[in-house]
């Protein structure tokens, strides 16, 4: 009796670490939320700092907006290493007043949905990226936002301004991303440094729309689509259009064909909205 106890014992000890690695060999997915404050913030300059690394550490999917501001301190050491597991966020991007950084790095972030947009002059933008720069220095301030993985911002326009030292953005190809919506990309005063970055330099990547310096840091360009499609698509024709509920792309025409989901995941097809009886986690309607 004994015996068969301790036999039990050490099956179920067994099965408990194939579970713990399992569970550690396993990607982990993690839901954070926004913030809606702007340009402002509250606390020291190293609190607000701080606050923003606790939020947004080892976080993929941010629900709401991500506003990156008031990086302004120069006796503080920042490290952005934190941003680059994020791979998707549902409402804007505001990058603002970042003048002690060089690099932004959202090496993962795949789309920006823009459900939420920030009012500027009487635009709705998804992504802003103004004011990064030192107005009495010459050369500190930020050179490069890495976003190597963006493939689309579903709704909304994208602003630059006042980002004298930012490079490489002028090289993007903002169509595919944007899903065709090519003159909702704003570029106002002093929007980026000309001089960083030529366009037609292909010595690093073939088509040289790049985010920086690096082969790992060129534009993953999306196919062409019919002018119907509204930019996804899985062929050239007007029959080859993804469903409404796709971003990304897709490997055919039904909701279940997504490379990836605008909102939610249901029982393998893309929702807009998560039914009854489920409920909204990621980008996923989990049953009750």
Not at 1 to 11: D, H, P, R, T
Not at 85 to 91: L, M
Not at 191 to 208: M, P, V, W
Request: charged share 25%.
């Amino acid at each position: 009796m004994a015996l068969g106890v301790y036999l039990l014992l050490g099956v179920h000890l067994i099965l408990a670490v194939i579970a713990v690695t399992v569970k550690i060999d396993e990607p982990e997915e993690r839901e954070c939320y926004g913030t809606t404050v702007g340009l402002g913030y509250s606390g020291t300059l190293e609190f607000h700092y701080h606050h923003l690394k606790k939020r947004y550490a080892g976080c993929t999917h941010i629900h709401g907006n991500l506003e990156l501001t008031n990086l302004v301190d120069p006796k503080l050491n920042y490290d952005l290493s934190f941003l680059k597991s994020i791979r998707y966020v549902s409402g804007y991007i505001l990058i603002g007043l970042v003048t002690e950084v060089e690099i932004i790095p959202f090496d993962s972030l795949e789309v920006i949905r823009g459900n939420n947009t920030y009012s500027i002059m009487g635009d709705e933008y998804s992504l802003v990226v103004v004011l990064s720069s030192r107005n009495d220095e010459k050369s500190t301030g930020l050179k490069e936002l890495h976003l190597p993985q963006l493939k689309e911002i579903s709704m909304g326009k994208v602003l630059f301004t006042r980002n004298p030292f930012l490079g490489f953005i002028n090289t993007i190809d903002w169509e595919p991303i944007l899903r065709g919506r090519w003159e909702n990309v704003h570029f106002l005063e002093s929007a980026y440094d000309e001089t960083a970055a030529d366009n037609n330099d292909t010595s690093i990547c073939d088509k040289g729309t790049r985010w920086g310096n690096d082969k790992s840091l060129c534009q993953k360009v999306s196919r062409s689509c019919h002018e119907s499609c509204d930019g996804r698509c899985f062929g050239p024709s007007d029959a080859d259009c993804c469903h409404a509920t796709c971003a990304v792309g897709c490997d055919g025409a039904q909701d279940q064909d997504c490379i990836m989901c605008k909102d939610y995941l249901y029982e393998s097809r893309c929702v807009g909205f998560c039914p009854a009886k489920s409920y909204p986690k990621l980008q996923y309607c989990v049953r009750y």
